[in-house]
């Protein structure tokens, strides 16, 4: 059986090779090797044309949408906190284009991190641009902090993960209102949302921590699953 080929989404950053420094597209090996490790062909989006996002998608049996710096408050109508990074807007638009046409075409998606935030815009939700803010404290953001989160062991998450999974996950960055169709399916002992599915969707699960480092490749391995 041929492998489903897997978009994986990318940066448009600054990079050094030899005596080179030049415009790059980007993205982690990490990602690659939990959708190989699934059985899956990973090939990576370059964040260009997004009027070019409904050709690509049509191409993939699945789609990534993977982690980054948070997404621009103008996504979503909200405002840009001083403290959040400076938006990468051609990637936000891509990214955007992409997550609507693989909703429109029914092809599956696993949303990670910064990912499930676009997949949320995508639908129409909104964000809280900085949750220190509201939680009053950073416990959110630091890498060394795991925690558990619970899980709905009816949702495809659960069906995947189990109903408490430990993570690290480290945000700046929420949901404040799911998109359409949308549902919570994970959540953090303060109640933030961590996990999120599409309703009707073959497959399409966003979380909010990083699946593909460590060793637990389950999500992946459903994603690939789904996009047979």
């Given amino acids: ?85 400076a938006p990468q807007e051609h990637r936000d638009r891509f990214e955007l284009a992409v997550a609507r046409a693989a909703v429109e075409a029914g092809v599956p998606i696993l949303a990670v991190a910064r990912g499930m935030h676009v997949l949320n815009v995508a639908q129409g939700g909104t964000l809280i641009p900085w949750l220190p803010d509201v939680l009053g404290d950073d416990r959110h953001a630091d890498p060394a902090r795991p925690h558990v989160v619970q899980v709905s062991i009816s949702s495809r998450l659960g069906k995947a993960v189990g109903d408490r999974v430990e993570v690290t996950a480290p945000h700046r960055q929420s949901v404040r209102r799911l998109g359409a169709g949308l ?34 490749n389950r999500l992946f391995d459903a994603l690939v699953e789904a996009a047979r």
């Avoid at 059985?39 to 993939?60: E, T, Y």
């Avoid at 990534?64 to 840009?80: C, I, M, R, T």
């Avoid at 959540?187 to 637990?216: K, M, N």
């Fill in 1 to 85: 059986m041929s492998r489903p080929l897997i978009g994986i989404t990318a940066y448009l950053e600054a990079a050094r090779w030899s005596d080179w420094v030049r415009e790059a597209v980007l993205s982690p090996p990490s990602y690659a090797k939990a959708v190989e490790r699934a059985g899956g062909a990973p090939v990576v989006l370059p964040p260009l044309s997004p009027h070019a996002a409904p050709d690509q998608v049509r191409g993939l049996r699945g789609v990534v949408l993977a982690g980054g710096p948070e997404l621009g408050a103008a996504a979503y109508g909200g405002e840009q906190h001083p403290r959040a990074a």
């Fill in 183 to 216: 549902l919570a399916v994970a959540w953090a002992e303060d109640q933030v949302v961590e996990g999120v599915e599409l309703q009707g969707h073959r497959f399409a699960v966003g979380v909010q921590w990083h699946p593909e480092r460590g060793g637990d």
